[in-house]
C-alpha cells in the first residue's frame, strides 16, 4: 500500500448537560465516532462534511486528533522506494512531529480581500527559514578549501553585470522621475483645475514608478538564476575541479604505497591474509549492525502496535461507561475489550521472539491476528442474542476456550533468521582464528624497496601539483583582489547613492505637494505613490544582498553560516520563481489584489517552503459564497500540488468538485464516517443509504437533526470491505451491511422490471415511498412514508384487500358449482 498519513480510534462521547455545566460548551451532541482515515501518497482525497455541520467539523477531527491522547495518528515517511512503505515502514507516531508535516489552509483566505502583504517580501523570509536542511548538508570547510576561489571568480562577472544593470535603471528612473516630478508640480503649484489633466499626469508618476519596480526585481530574478547555475556547477560532486581529483590521486595512492610496505616487511601471501581478516571482521560488524537495526526496527513497530490496542482499549472502555449494563450492545462492548486484551496478549508474550522478524513480516503477522479476530467474531458473535445473557466471565472463558492463534510458523521464521545470522558470526571468528594461526617467512624483495620508493616520488610530485594548484588559484584571485574590490565597491556605492538620491527626490516632492491648494483627493494619491515608492527604496532587501556578496567577492572575506543561508535562499528563491511561473507585477502587487491562480500558487509556495507534505484545504463553508473561477483554481491547486510534492486533502460539500477533481473520498454526516473509497467506486456503488440518497439528491444536508439513528451503534460498528474491495469501505454492522447489500442486489432487479408491463405495478406501489424517511427497525432499513400521504396510501391498500378477498368468494363459489 502507498499509505502517508493514518488517523485512527476517534472518538468522543455525547456531552451530557447538567446543572453544573449548563452554560459550558455543549460539543459533542452526538457521539463522534471515525474509526480510520488514510492518507495515500500522490492521490488527491476529498472529505465530505456538510456545510452546516455543528457536531463532525474538521477543526474538531484536527483538534482531538491532536489532544486526546487514545487518537492515533501514524506518518509514513517516503523512502526512495514511494511504492513500498511496509518494507521499509520508517514511521513516527510522534504528534510534535507530525504536526510539522501538514497544515491547514482556508479558502476563505483567498476570498476575502483583507491581505496586505507582498510576495516580494514574505517569500524571502520564507526562503531564508528554508535553508535549515540545506545548511546541516553542506560542509562549509570543504567549500573554503575547494571552491572558494573558484566560486568567487566566477561570480565576480555576474556581480558586476547585474550591479551595472541596476545603476543603468536607477539612472534613467531618475531622469524619468524628475520629469514627471517637474511636470506634476506645475499643475499643483499654480492650482490648476482640470482634474482630468492632473489624474493623467498621477498615472504617468505611477506608470514610471510601478516599470522601474517590475524592471528592478526582474534584474535580481535573472542575477538569482544564474547564481544558483554557477554554485550548483562549481561545488557539483559528478564534476569535481582538479584540486579534488588530486586530493583522490593521493588518498589512492597512499593506499598503495601502504599495502607495498606490508609486502616488502613481511610478503604478499601474509598481506593477502590480512586483508582476508579485514574482510571477515567486516562480515562480522555488518551481521552485528543487520541484528541490531532489525532489533531496532522490530521493538518500534511492536511496540507502536502494543501502545495503539491499550488506546483502542482504553477508548472501548470510554464507549462501554456510555451503555447501560443489560444494554445489549454493553456485552458487545465486553466481547470487543476482551478480544484486544487477547490480541494484546500475543503481542506481549512472544515479544522478544519477534524481534528478528523484518517490518514488512510483523505486519503482515498484525493483519493476520485481526483478520482471525473478525473471523470468530462473524462465526460466534454475529447474533447479539445469542450471547447477551451470559456473564461477562462467561464471555472472557468462551473467548479464552474458543480463540486460537497459530503464531508457530513467525516465530520459527524468527528463531531461524536468528540462528542463520549467529551462525555467520561463528563461521567468521572461527575462519580468523584459523588464518591467524597461520605462520610466514619474511623474504626481502629490492624490486619491492624500488617500487615502494618510486611510488613515494609520485605521491611527492603530486602534493607539489596540488599545492601549486591551489597557489594558482590564490594568486589569480589576489592578482585582481584590487581591481575587483575597486570596481564592485564602486557598483555598490552607486547603487546606495542612487537608492539615496531617489528618496531626496521623492521626499522633496512630498513637501511642495503639500503646500499645493489643489483638491486633496490627489494630494492623497500622489502621497500614497510615493510612500509606496520609498517604503520599496528603504525595505529592498536585494539590494542589501547584493552588498554582502560583493564584500564577499571583492575581499578575502571567509565563507560564513550566515552567507551560506543567503545561499541557500537565494536557490530556493530562484527555483520557486522558475516553478510557480506569475508575472514580475503579482510579486509586487497586495496579496488581495491577485487573481485567484496566482494566489494559490503562491500559498503553496509557502507551504512547500515549510516542508509541509499533507495540505488539509477546507472549502467555502457556505454554498452561497461560491467564488468566480473556482474551476480554475482547484485546477492550478490541484497541478501545484502534485509539482511540489504536496499530498492535498480537500474538505468540502460539493459532490460535483469530488467527482470531477479527486481520487478518494470519505463521507461524513455530523456524528460519524459513513463510507470511503475511490471516487469511482464509491459514487457508482454506493451502499450506505445516506449516502446512496446524497448523490441522488446533492441539495440535502447530513447533519445530525436528520437522521441521529444512525449516531447510536457506534459500539459495535466498524469498516467492511465492500466485496472484498481495499478500496470501498463501509462504517456500519456487518448485519447492516449484509442488508443495505441486498438492498441494493433487489433495486437493481427492479430497475431491469420497471422497463417491462410488469415492472409497472410495482412501480405504483412504490411512488408514494419518500426516501427523505429512512429509518432502523431490528437492525433493517425500512422506508417511512410522509404523513399526508399515508392516508392515500392506506385506502388503496384497503380496496386492494377488498378486491382481493371479492375475487377470491367468486372463484371458491365458481369451484363448488362446478363440483356440485
Known amino acids: 500500500m502507498n499509505e502517508l498519513l493514518i488517523i485512527e480510534n476517534i472518538f468522543v462521547p455525547k456531552k451530557k448537560k447538567s446543572i453544573f455545566n449548563w452554560n459550558k460548551s455543549n460539543w459533542p451532541q452526538w457521539n463522534l465516532s471515525v474509526p480510520k482515515l488514510i492518507i495515500y501518497n500522490n492521490e488527491n482525497t476529498a472529505f465530505y462534511i456538510p456545510y452546516d455541520n455543528k457536531n463532525l467539523t474538521f477543526p474538531h477531527i484536527e483538534k482531538q486528533s491532536m489532544l486526546d491522547d487514545n487518537v492515533i495518528l501514524t506518518y509514513f515517511?517516503?523512502?526512495?522506494?514511494?511504492?513500498?512503505?511496509?518494507?521499509?515502514?520508517?514511521?513516527?507516531?510522534?504528534?510534535?512531529?507530525?504536526?510539522?508535516?501538514?497544515?491547514?489552509?482556508?479558502?476563505q483566505e483567498i476570498v476575502e480581500q483583507n491581505d496586505l502583504s507582498k510576495a516580494w517580501y514574505w517569500l524571502w523570509k520564507d526562503c531564508l527559514k528554508a535553508t535549515k536542511q540545506q545548511i546541516k548538508k553542506t560542509n562549509i570547510e570543504v567549500f573554503i578549501n575547494h571552491f572558494e576561489f573558484l566560486f568567487k571568480n566566477s561570480i565576480y562577472n555576474l556581480l558586476k553585470h547585474s550591479g551595472t544593470e541596476i545603476i543603468d535603471l536607477n539612472n534613467q528612473f531618475v531622469k524619468d522621475f524628475l520629469n514627471a516630478k517637474k511636470s506634476l508640480l506645475e499643475y499643483f503649484q499654480q492650482n490648476y483645475t482640470n482634474n482630468s489633466e492632473i489624474s493623467n499626469k498621477i498615472s504617468d508618476l505611477q506608470e514610471i514608478i510601478l516599470t522601474y519596480k517590475e524592471d528592478l526585481i526582474e534584474i535580481y530574478f535573472n542575477f538569482f538564476k544564474s547564481f544558483k547555475d554557477i554554485y550548483l556547477s562549481v561545488t557539483a560532486s559528478d564534476k569535481p575541479n582538479m584540486t579534488l581529483q588530486l586530493e583522490r590521486k593521493i588518498r589512492d595512492l597512499n593506499v598503495q604505497l601502504k599495502y607495498m610496505k606490508k609486502i616488502n616487511d613481511t610478503s604478499i601471501t601474509k598481506v593477502e591474509n590480512d586483508l582476508k581478516i579485514r574482510d571477515l571482521n567486516w562480515e562480522i560488524e555488518y551481521y552485528k549492525k543487520h541484528i541490531k537495526?532489525?532489533?531496532?526496527?522490530?521493538?518500534?513497530?511492536?511496540?507502536?502496535i502494543v501502545l495503539n490496542l491499550k488506546k483502542e482499549i482504553k477508548t472501548l472502555n470510554l464507549k462501554k461507561q456510555q451503555l447501560e449494563n443489560n444494554n445489549e450492545e454493553y456485552f458487545d462492548a465486553i466481547k470487543d475489550i476482551q478480544l484486544k486484551k487477547f490480541e494484546l496478549k500475543i503481542w506481549n508474550k512472544n515479544y522478544k521472539k519477534l524481534l528478528y522478524l523484518t517490518n514488512s513480516e510483523i505486519w503482515n503477522l498484525n493483519l493476520s491476528i485481526k483478520s482471525e479476530i473478525n473471523l470468530f467474531v462473524n462465526n460466534n458473535f454475529l447474533n447479539l442474542h445469542g450471547y447477551s445473557d451470559f456473564s461477562i466471565r462467561e464471555i472472557k472463558n468462551f473467548i479464552k476456550q474458543e480463540f486460537d492463534f497459530d503464531i508457530a510458523s513467525y516465530l520459527n521464521h524468527s528463531k531461524k533468521k536468528c540462528d542463520f545470522v549467529n551462525q555467520q558470526i561463528t563461521n567468521a571468528s572461527n575462519g580468523i582464528s584459523e588464518i591467524k594461526r597461520l605462520k610466514f617467512n619474511h623474504l626481502s624483495s629490492y624490486t619491492n624497496s624500488v617500487s615502494t620508493h618510486e611510488f613515494q616520488e609520485k605521491i611527492h610530485q603530486t602534493n607539489a601539483e596540488l599545492n601549486w594548484t591551489h597557489f594558482a588559484e590564490e594568486r589569480l584571485f589576489k592578482s585582481r583582489l584590487l581591481s575587483k574590490e575597486f570596481k564592485l565597491k564602486r557598483v555598490s556605492t552607486n547603487i546606495k547613492d542612487n537608492q539615496n538620491e531617489i528618496l531626496t527626490f521623492s521626499k522633496s516632492l512630498l513637501n511642495k505637494i503639500a503646500?499645493?491648494?489643489v483638491d486633496s483627493i490627489f494630494i492623497n494619491q500622489v502621497s500614497e505613490v510615493i510612500f509606496d515608492l520609498r517604503d520599496f527604496i528603504k525595505n529592498n532587501w536585494g539590494s542589501n544582498l547584493l552588498a554582502e556578496l560583493i564584500s564577499y567577492t571583492s575581499t578575502n572575506e571567509k565563507l560564513t553560516t550566515k552567507l551560506l543561508k543567503k545561499f541557500w535562499a537565494i536557490i530556493n528563491f530562484a527555483n520557486t520563481y522558475q516553478d510557480l511561473s506569475i508575472p514580475q507585477y503579482a510579486y509586487l502587487e497586495t496579496f488581495n489584489e491577485l487573481d485567484s491562480a496566482d494566489k494559490a500558487k503562491l500559498k503553496?509556495?509557502?507551504?512547500?517552503?515549510?516542508?509541509?507534505?499533507?495540505?488539509?484545504?477546507?472549502?467555502?463553508?457556505?454554498?452561497?459564497?461560491?467564488?468566480?473561477?473556482?474551476?480554475?483554481?482547484?485546477?492550478?491547486?490541484?497541478?501545484?500540488?502534485?509539482?511540489?510534492?504536496?499530498?492535498?486533502?480537500?474538505?468540502?460539500?460539493?459532490?460535483?468538485?469530488?467527482?470531477?477533481n479527486f481520487d478518494r473520498v470519505y463521507f461524513f454526516d455530523d456524528s460519524q464516517l459513513l463510507e470511503a473509497g475511490l471516487v469511482s467506486e464509491v459514487f457508482e456503488n454506493a451502499v450506505h443509504p445516506l449516502v446512496k440518497t446524497l448523490i441522488k439528491n446533492p441539495d440535502i444536508s447530513l447533519n445530525y437533526q436528520r437522521n441521529p439513528d444512525f449516531s447510536e451503534s457506534f459500539v459495535k460498528e466498524t469498516l467492511h470491505k465492500v466485496d472484498s474491495n481495499e478500496n470501498h469501505v463501509v462504517y456500519s454492522t456487518l448485519k447492516q451491511l449484509q442488508g443495505w447489500l441486498h438492498l441494493s442486489k433487489t433495486s437493481d432487479k427492479v430497475n431491469s422490471l420497471s422497463d417491462t408491463e410488469d415492472g409497472k405495478s410495482f412501480?405504483?406501489?412504490?411512488?408514494?415511498?419518500?426516501?427523505?424517511?429512512v429509518s432502523i427497525l431490528n437492525e433493517q432499513q425500512i422506508n417511512l412514508t410522509e404523513p399526508e400521504q399515508f392516508t392515500d396510501l392506506n385506502n388503496i391498500i384497503l380496496t386492494k384487500v377488498e378486491q382481493f378477498t371479492v375475487e377470491t368468494k367468486n372463484s371458491d363459489t365458481n369451484l363448488i358449482e362446478k363440483l356440485y
Do not use: P, W
Open 763 to 773: 412501480e405504483e406501489k412504490q411512488k408514494f415511498i419518500n426516501e427523505n424517511y
Open 515 to 517: 503646500k499645493s491648494k
Open 293 to 304: 537495526h532489525l532489533n531496532k526496527q522490530a521493538k518500534k513497530l511492536i511496540n507502536a
Open 77 to 107: 515517511e517516503k523512502s526512495q522506494n514511494a511504492n513500498n512503505y511496509h518494507n521499509s515502514y520508517e514511521f513516527t507516531n510522534r504528534k510534535k512531529d507530525i504536526l510539522h508535516k501538514i497544515d491547514y489552509f482556508d479558502i
Open 604 to 660: 503553496l509556495a509557502k507551504y512547500r517552503l515549510a516542508g509541509i507534505e499533507i495540505l488539509f484545504i477546507q472549502d467555502i463553508l457556505d454554498k452561497k459564497d461560491e467564488f468566480e473561477n473556482k474551476n480554475e483554481f482547484l485546477r492550478v491547486l490541484l497541478k501545484l500540488t502534485s509539482s511540489q510534492n504536496i499530498n492535498c486533502v480537500f474538505i468540502t460539500s460539493n459532490l460535483e468538485t469530488i467527482r470531477q
